[in-house]
DNA sequence: CTGAAAGCGCTTACAG
DNA sequence: CTGAAAGCGCTTACAG
């Protein structure tokens, strides 16, 4: 393998200045374009790869993320881990490293990986699970700001404010929410609706830490009413497959999409253009959640005294198919 | 930050029998029971976590599995990715470091990261692109067997084999393969097709380098034919988009799935059981890619010098409610 | 620009 | 079991 050593001793230089060229000191020190030049011929020709563990160990900066996350299931968590690992290519020599669990025994076990590597900092959508004791810069994504680290936050309420007004902007009145598996979404949005003066309708909340499977994604689609009685003419759907089934029961309560019930999806799926009919989406971060979370840490990383950031999305919304405004009844 | 010097001057013990207990080799050097519990409880009190960039400079070994792919938007491809690291814990004290490109111009570079990392080992759906003079072990995925690392195959063909027996199991003899985007999907499938007499449909392939647009997977339904014309009864659709595309085609021209047409995809989709009907799926490889490329590629580690391996991955059909028996016509 | 040297945290071979 | 020492590949401060 190739070292500066052989760097140095193919061009006749001297450790220093080869370690300066390659390190991209060169400016500073004012080695001359043509040792430059010779330099990084050389390394070219060697395939030499700067080691980066021996870097570390010098300068204790790594120059890797690390990515504390459980590893979900789930479209719009996949998208979150794989988009960190492709926005991180615009910081120019960092990487992330994932440290994603199974269960929640396993989080000490991914941190200790995270740790051991010496990670520079830390991305997390579960700070408050963190060690006490923390020195790294963090960024949270979470639902309510941390108290210790930078937040970007999930942008539920906003969200769902803007849904509201898009639906009655269709002249909408009875609108439901269906797929909240947690109840803040259900909380929030009966407080919403009575600001805004709409009825509405909520899903049944699944048991506390209940297992999600998929009779949950069935039954939440309850909402819709049994079709005889008082039912909504507007849906927000807050993942996939709550989607997906509420599409399944309006079909089978012969209610057409969107002539009978509209359906709007709070973020977006690759499945939904696909879908008959197309799904319209409110997206909750237009830049997207993972460019948020890099910016607000390298914001941090910058400049260790700023002052704690939070940060709500700014969402957007997707139009396709399957909203129409309110019928007359 | 706590080294193993701490360690040391507290537990009033050489740096030798630190580091020994520390790294699992007190037994090798017959050190006693009770220096064992000291050093792990010092250890523990202050919180020490090995610095493994010292460890991978001193031992050339980093312990860091390569992860050498696109960064694709698709199912399959990301839970081959996330599943990779999920079961990379099973082979204690490795991680994977992944690599992602968007373009096939940033290959490079994410070989050159992977390189700079020093990781052990390399897993990638594309050796034919790794550097000539590369001497770390490889896992492939790939269609065809590579001439210098194991492989591990995608099993297409088995996979149409199994699911034609399975279509004729049911009676079928028009059988249709849609979503091929490669075209070598098709030619399979049609030598296959003449070997167990049936009739078979294939759909267009789209032109050589064309990005795949949503269109692609509406247009390749058209294996469905008009309607009128002579149609086929079973199809095999070969990704999630086409999947849901062929469930729209066939409500347009009021097929029902699976009474007038069976649908069966390759590989499964965390959409399937929620659609309408439940999709069944042949699925490539039981075990799971990733299992199944860990295992080649540990098994390599562990013996440089084993003859060239390639591994054809068993499959499994899951039935679920899109499938029936072929009616009389 | 250069050269010599120290040191990051660790493992390992060796003499005791 | 211990202690002293070397060395992995790099960066950095320093004297020239």
Redesign the interface.
Known sequence: MTTLKDISRETLLSLSTVSAVIGGRAKKLAISEKTVRKVLECAERL?Y??????R??RCSK?RIVGLLMP?L???FW??M??DL??EI?KYEGY?V????W?TEE?IRKCM??L????VDAIITSHAPLL?E?LFLPVAAYDREPSAKYDTVLYGKKEALEKCLEYALSLGHRKIALAGDAEGDGNALFLKLASKYAVTPFVGEIPEKKAILD?SF??RNTAVLGSGKDDTPTFVISLN??TT??LL?RA?EQKKRVPEDLSLLAIDDS??Y????PAISTFVRAEEGFPSLLLETLFRRMAQKDLPLQRIVPRGKLLERSSCTSCRKR
Do not use: M
Not at 97 to 100: D, E, I, N, P
Not at 115 to 118: H, I, S, V
Not at 273 to 276: A, D, E, N
């Open positions: 395939d790869h700067p080691d980066l563990s021996a570390t160990l790594s590893n299931k789930v479209e996949q998208n881990i794989l690992q492709r290519r990487i490293l994932s440290a994603l199974d396993t200790d990986e740790l051991c590597r010496k060690p004791n998929g994604y069935y996939n497959l997906l089934n399944k079909s690759s499945v253009p696909f879908l008959t």
